[in-house]
């Protein structure tokens, strides 16, 4: 019993000093942009991330670590003809024709996400690899902005830019996943490395809490069971863009 226990210790002894620490950068950004009319009108979204990883090699292919950073997104709709309602020459509200309506949205949160990837096989300098991990994710309150201009000839100052105070609505969101997702991995010395994520071939998990502070409190939650890109529903954008690039450093 005593030779097993210090065989362990030796074993585990050797493996940590075998590994390798890492530190790196990871970003990602997805836009997209639908017509809606035939016409100019058109809504646009994008997704963003950026953060650190820490983590170390406890073999040559195996690594364990965790991703910690911030996340957010943004929407545009944008109608070439409208109508609002303004104030006229009297102080009455009234409802006029604008042009180039913007309503945008934007929101940011943060992500931690302890990791695990294994090296399948490689090929000179490329790595393909597989990648398990889990995320914890807090979005905070949605910030509105408006902004258009008053095409209406009756209105007092006609072709006038009016842009409206921003503000923060009451919604607040809280997701946790857990998925698998193939990366790539090209080593440009035996210290630095850049890593492609394909989180649009990613399988997994989601759970995404929405919870209404809106003086009479309650939460919606939905739970989604995913594979590829074609189940990217709204809560997954939070869990992470559809490509995901990282440079890696080696202690």
């Not at 180039?100 to 940011?108: A, F, K, N, Q, V």
């Not at 006038?160 to 921003?166: A, L, S, V």
Request: aromatic share 14%.
């Amino acid at each position: 019993m005593k030779k097993l226990l210090l065989f362990v210790a030796a074993l585990t002894f050797a493996t940590a000093m075998n590994a390798q620490f890492m530190l790196g950068l990871q970003g990602g950004y997805t836009m997209q942009k639908n017509t809606t009319s035939l016409i100019d009108d058109y809504t646009s979204t994008s997704s963003w991330l950026g953060g650190l990883q820490l983590g170390y090699m406890v073999t040559p292919k195996l690594y364990i670590g965790v991703q910690g950073g911030v996340l957010g997104d943004n929407t545009m709709n944008f109608i070439a003809s409208d109508v609002a309602t303004l104030k006229n020459a009297d102080g009455d509200p009234h409802d006029y024709t604008v042009s180039d309506h913007e309503l945008g949205t934007s929101r940011i949160g943060w992500q931690v996400s302890p990791v695990v990837r294994y090296e399948l096989f490689r090929y000179g300098n490329m790595h393909f690899n597989v990648m398990l991990s889990g995320s914890i994710i807090s979005m905070g309150y949605t910030e509105h902005t408006e902004g258009f201009i008053v095409s209406d000839t009756t209105y007092m100052n006609p072709g006038e830019y009016i842009e409206n105070d921003p503000y923060k609505d009451s919604v607040s969101n809280f997701t946790w996943s857990v998925n698998v997702r193939p990366t790539l991995e090209y080593e440009f010395s035996t210290h630095l490395s850049v890593e492609l994520s394909l989180d649009f071939l990613s399988v997994g998990y989601i759970s995404s809490t929405t919870h209404f502070d809106l003086g009479n409190d309650y939460t919606t939650t939905q739970n989604t069971l995913y594979a590829g890109a074609n189940t990217f529903i709204d809560a997954l954008k939070w869990e992470s863009p559809k490509l995901r690039l990282g440079l890696n450093y080696r202690f």
